[in-house]
C-alpha cells in the first residue's frame, strides 16, 4: 500500500480508502451489510494496510458509524493507527434542524458522531453537500470552532459546484478560519466533469481532490445492454431504461420525418455529419440509409442508436445514485 499526505496536511493516509456507506442496517436499504459483514470487510481493509476509512452520519442514520467503532475496537486497533473521516449536512431525521450546515446542528451532529464512533475526535470532518439555506460566514466559523476545540483536526467538503467551494475556501481566507484539506469529488471515467473546474481549483488552491466511485462499479456494459450489478438498484434501472426508450423513440420519428421529408427529391443524399450533397443524373445512388433498430421502428438518424441508450443509462444512474 501506498501512502501520501492528506492534502497540504502533514497526515500520512493510504491512497485507497474504505467507505463505509454499505456498512449499518438493511433497515435503512436492503443492499447495507449488518456488523458481522462489515467487520470482515474492515479487518481485510486493515490486513492491506488501508488505514483511512471514510463514514457518514447520514448512512445508515448513523449505524454504520456504530459499526465502524464498534469494528475497530473488537479488532484492537489502536486509535493512532487509522484516520477516521465523517460528514455532516445530509437529513438524519425528521426535524428540519437535522439536516444542513448551521452552527447548531453541526455542534450536535458531531457531538453524536463522535459518541457513535466511541472516539474523541475526528481526523477528517467533511461536509457532505452545500448548504444554500445556511450563510456561509456561519458555516465556516462553526466548522472553524470544531477545528478550534480539537473534535476534528481537519476539515473536508464533498461533491458540489466548484463555483460554490470556491466561494467557501474565499470565505476561509476573509475569515482567517481553517481551510477545507480535501475535497470528495464525483469523478471516473464516465463521469469526467470534474475536469473542467474543480479539478483545476483544487491543484491551484492546494486541495486534496479525492474521488468516491472510481470505478463505476454499480454498471456494467455488455452485448448491447447496461446492466446493474445490484438489486437495490431496480428502480434506477427502470428509469434507465424508460429513458432510453424515449431517447429511441424520439430518434426513431425522426428518422420518420428525414425520410417523408427527403421522399421525391432523389438528387439529395444525406450524408454523415449533416452535410447534403446534389446529386444529378441517372447514375444517382440510393440514399445511404442507417441500419433499423429492433422491431418495426424506422431507421434512427442518430448513428450509433446503442451508444445514445447507453449514455442516458450511465447518465441517469450516475444523478439518481447517491
Known amino acids: 500500500m501506498h501512502y501520501g499526505n492528506l492534502g497540504t496536511a502533514g497526515v500520512k493516509v493510504s491512497r485507497v480508502a474504505l467507505g463505509c456507506l454499505t456498512f449499518g442496517s438493511k433497515r435503512w436499504r436492503p443492499w447495507v451489510l449488518e456488523e458481522e459483514d462489515a467487520v470482515a470487510l474492515i479487518k481485510r481493509a486493515l490486513d492491506h494496510g488501508i488505514n483511512f476509512f471514510d463514514t457518514a452520519d447520514f448512512y445508515s442514520l448513523g449505524a454504520s458509524e456504530e459499526v465502524l467503532g464498534r469494528a475497530l475496537r473488537r479488532l ?13 449536512g445530509l437529513p438524519v431525521g425528521d426535524d428540519p434542524n437535522e439536516r444542513g450546515l448551521s452552527r447548531q446542528h453541526i455542534r450536535h451532529a458531531l457531538e453524536a458522531t463522535l459518541r457513535r464512533l466511541g472516539v474523541d475526535y475526528l481526523d477528517l470532518y467533511q461536509i457532505h453537500r ?19 476545540s480539537g473534535k476534528a483536526l481537519y476539515l473536508g467538503a464533498s461533491s458540489m459546484p466548484a ?3 470556491a466561494r467557501l475556501l474565499a470565505r476561509c481566507d ?149
Not at 484492537?76 to 455532516?88: D, F, L, N, Q, T
Not at 444554500?132 to 477545528?147: K, Q, S
Not at 424506422?298 to 447517491?322: E, G, M, N
Request: aromatic share 6%.
Open 130 to 148: 452545500f448548504d444554500a439555506e445556511t450563510p456561509m460566514d456561519e458555516t465556516v466559523a462553526a466548522l472553524d470552532e470544531v477545528v478550534r
Open 174 to 322: 476573509a475569515a482567517r478560519a481553517t481551510r477545507f484539506s480535501t475535497m470528495q469529488s464525483h469523478y471516473n471515467l464516465v463521469y469526467r466533469e470534474e475536469e473542467r473546474e474543480m479539478i483545476p481549483l483544487c491543484v491551484a488552491e492546494g486541495v486534496e481532490d479525492r474521488r468516491h466511485r472510481p470505478a463505476v462499479l454499480h454498471a456494467r456494459v455488455g452485448r448491447g445492454r447496461t446492466r446493474a450489478r445490484d438489486r437495490h438498484r431496480a428502480p434506477a434501472r427502470r428509469r434507465e431504461r424508460a429513458s432510453g426508450a424515449r431517447l429511441a423513440d424520439a430518434a426513431a420519428r425522426r428518422g420518420r420525418a428525414a425520410d417523408r421529408r427527403h421522399q421525391g427529391a432523389p438528387h439529395r443524399r444525406c450524408l454523415r455529419g449533416g452535410r447534403a450533397q446534389a446529386r444529378r443524373g441517372g447514375n444517382e445512388q440510393p440514399r445511404r440509409r442507417l441500419p433499423a433498430a429492433s422491431g418495426d421502428r424506422a431507421p434512427s438518424v442518430i448513428s450509433d442508436q446503442f451508444s445514445v441508450t447507453r449514455f442516458s443509462s450511465v447518465f441517469w444512474s450516475l444523478i439518481t445514485d447517491h
Open 163 to 165: 463555483w460554490q467551494f
Open 76 to 88: 484492537g486497533v489502536p486509535r493512532r493507527r487509522v484516520v477516521i473521516a465523517s460528514k455532516v
